[in-house]
C-alpha cells in the first residue's frame, strides 16, 4: 500500500486519538467523591419520629408534613396503627400514632446531633438510626422555628463526627455532596454546585439560605451539605417543587447560622436575637426614582414600631437604609439577617437616605420579641368623604383610630373608583399616611397633594393595610 493511500487512515487514527485525550481530560477534571462519601458517611444519620394523635383530632388535624410529598408516598411512609385506650376510655381516647421520616448528623462524639425543627416538630419520641443500623433514642435539646434548627442528644461516647467548615467562604459554582435518607433510602448521595447565596425565602427572614442544585427530596430535610473539602457548609432544610420531588431548587440553611443557634440552644435553651423594630420593603426601580435614588438598593422602612429601638434611635417612615455597621445593605433582605447576628444592647450605626441627604444614625438594638408585636386592627369607617384626581374617595381618621394605628396623620379610604387607585390595588378600609414624599395629615392635605402629582414619573405612596405599611409606586399619564 502506497503513502498516499495511507492519509485517510492516518488522519483518522489521529482524530480518534485527540477524542480520547479529551474525554480522558474532561474525566481528570470532574471531582471523584468516593473519599468524601467514605470519611462521611458514618457520622450521617437517619431520624424517625413518633407522634400520637386522638382519634377525634386525626381527621382535622394536617399529619406531620413530608414536605409536600404527595399523599400516596406520605401514606407509604408513615404507619398510623389504632391505640386503643382502657376498656372504659371513650372511643375519642382512643390514639393513632405517626411518623415521619428525615435526617441528621453528629457534630460532637458524645452525642449532639443536627437536624431540622421541622423534622422533630411535635414529636412524642425521636429516634437516631446510626451508620451500623444501631438505634437510639434521642433527647431533644432545643429548637428554633425560626431558622428551623433542632439539637438532639443521644447517649453515646467517641461517636464519628462531622467536620465543620465555613459557608461564608462558599462560591457560587463550587462542587458541593449531600448525604441523607430520601424517602427512607439510609445514606444516599447526591452532587450539584451552589446556585446561589443569600436567599431570603417567604417567611425565613432570618436565614441567608444557601441554594444548590442537589438533588434533595422528602427525607433529606436535616442532612449535611458538604463542600469539596469534606467540610459541612449547611443544613438541606427546603425544596422548590410544585410536584412534591426534586425540581433542581434546594436550600440549605448555613452551617454558620446552624451552629450559632445549636450552641446558644445547648446554653440557654434558647436563642436571642437583634431587632430593630421597623417594617421595610424592597426598593424597586420605581420607588428608588420617587426617592431621588440613583440606583435600586436598601431597605426602605415602611413602619416604624413604637418604643422600638429604631424609633428611639431616630429612624423615620421613609428612611431607606443603605448599610449596618459599614456592610452594604443591597437587597432589603440582608438588612434581617445582620440585626439578627447581633445581640441586644448592640450599637449599630445605620447609613440612611433622607429627603435626598444621607445620614447617619446609631440605634441600640434590642432583643427579638418572642411574637411579632401586633401593629393594630384595620381601622373602621369615619369622617367626610373627598374626592380627587386619583379616583379615591378618602376620609379624616378619628382620633380612636389614630391611637389604634399609632398615628399622628393619614387618611381612611371611604370608596375606590374607575381611576389610578383601582389599577394600583388600593381598597376601601387602607389608610393613607404619605403621597409622593409628604405627610398626610388630613382629607384636605391629601386633596391637595393629589392635585400637583408630577405626570409621568413615579410617585410614592406609603399605604397601611390592617395594620402592615408598605410603600408602592405609580405614575399619571393624563
Known amino acids: 500500500m502506497s503513502i498516499p493511500r495511507l492519509k485517510p487512515y492516518l488522519s483518522l487514527f489521529a482524530a480518534v486519538l485527540l477524542f480520547g485525550q479529551v474525554v480522558n481530560a474532561q474525566a481528570e477534571a470532574l471531582p471523584d467523591f468516593t473519599t468524601l462519601v467514605e470519611q462521611a458517611s458514618p457520622a450521617v444519620v437517619n431520624i424517625s419520629t413518633t407522634q400520637k394523635l386522638p382519634d377525634r383530632k386525626v381527621a382535622d388535624s394536617q399529619m406531620p408534613d413530608l414536605e409536600g410529598l404527595p399523599p400516596a408516598f406520605r401514606d407509604f411512609f408513615r404507619n398510623m396503627p389504632r391505640q386503643p385506650g382502657s376498656p372504659n376510655s371513650p372511643r375519642g381516647d382512643r390514639q393513632r400514632q405517626t411518623q415521619s421520616l428525615g435526617s441528621g448528623f453528629i457534630i460532637s462524639d458524645d452525642g449532639y446531633v443536627l437536624t431540622n425543627n421541622h423534622v422533630i416538630e411535635d414529636a412524642d419520641e425521636i429516634v437516631v438510626r446510626l451508620s451500623d443500623r444501631s438505634e437510639l433514642k434521642a433527647k431533644l435539646v432545643g429548637t428554633d422555628p425560626r431558622t428551623d434548627v433542632a439539637v438532639l442528644k443521644i447517649e453515646g461516647k467517641n461517636l464519628p463526627t462531622v467536620k465543620l467548615g465555613d459557608s461564608d467562604k462558599l462560591k457560587v459554582g463550587e462542587w458541593v455532596l449531600a448525604i441523607g435518607s430520601p424517602f427512607g433510602f439510609d445514606h444516599s448521595v447526591t452532587k450539584g454546585i451552589v446556585s446561589a447565596k443569600g436567599r431570603t425565602l417567604p417567611n425565613d427572614t432570618y436565614v441567608p439560605f444557601i441554594q444548590t442544585d442537589v438533588a434533595i427530596n422528602p427525607g433529606n430535610s436535616g442532612g449535611p451539605l458538604f463542600n ?9 432544610s427546603q425544596i422548590f417543587t410544585r410536584s412534591g420531588g426534586f425540581m433542581g431548587l434546594s436550600f440549605a440553611i448555613p452551617i454558620d447560622v446552624a451552629m450559632d443557634v445549636a450552641n446558644q440552644l445547648k446554653k440557654d435553651g434558647k436563642v436571642s436575637r437583634g431587632w430593630l423594630g421597623v417594617v421595610i420593603q424592597e426598593v424597586n426601580k420605581d420607588l428608588a426614582e420617587s426617592f431621588g435614588l440613583d440606583k435600586p438598593a436598601g431597605a426602605l422602612v415602611a413602619q416604624v414600631m ?39 444592647g448592640t450599637k449599630a450605626n445605620l447609613e440612611v437616605i433622607r429627603e435626598g441627604k444621607r445620614k447617619t444614625l446609631t440605634v441600640t438594638v434590642g432583643a427579638l420579641p418572642d411574637e411579632d408585636p401586633e401593629l393594630g386592627d384595620n381601622p373602621k369607617a369615619g369622617a367626610e368623604r373627598s374626592s380627587n384626581r386619583l379616583g379615591v374617595s378618602v376620609a379624616d381618621l378619628t382620633a380612636d383610630q389614630k391611637k389604634t ?59 397601611l393595610r390592617q395594620g402592615r405599611a408598605s410603600f408602592i409606586t405609580f405614575k399619571l399619564n393624563e
Open 228 to 236: 469539596m473539602n469534606g467540610e459541612v457548609v449547611g443544613i438541606n
Open 405 to 463: 394605628l399609632d398615628l399622628k396623620g393619614g387618611v381612611l379610604i371611604k370608596d375606590i373608583q374607575d381611576g389610578p387607585a383601582a389599577m394600583i390595588g388600593l381598597q376601601p378600609g387602607d389608610v393613607i399616611t404619605h403621597l409622593n414624599n409628604q405627610a398626610i395629615g388630613s382629607a384636605k392635605e391629601f386633596t391637595d397633594v393629589a392635585q400637583g402629582l408630577p405626570k409621568n414619573r413615579s410617585v410614592s405612596m406609603r399605604v
Open 306 to 344: 413604637e418604643d422600638g429601638p429604631a424609633a428611639k434611635g431616630g429612624v423615620q417612615v421613609g428612611d431607606v437604609i443603605l448599610s449596618m455597621n459599614g456592610q452594604p445593605i443591597d437587597m432589603s433582605a440582608d438588612l434581617p439577617h445582620l440585626v439578627g447576628s447581633l445581640k441586644e
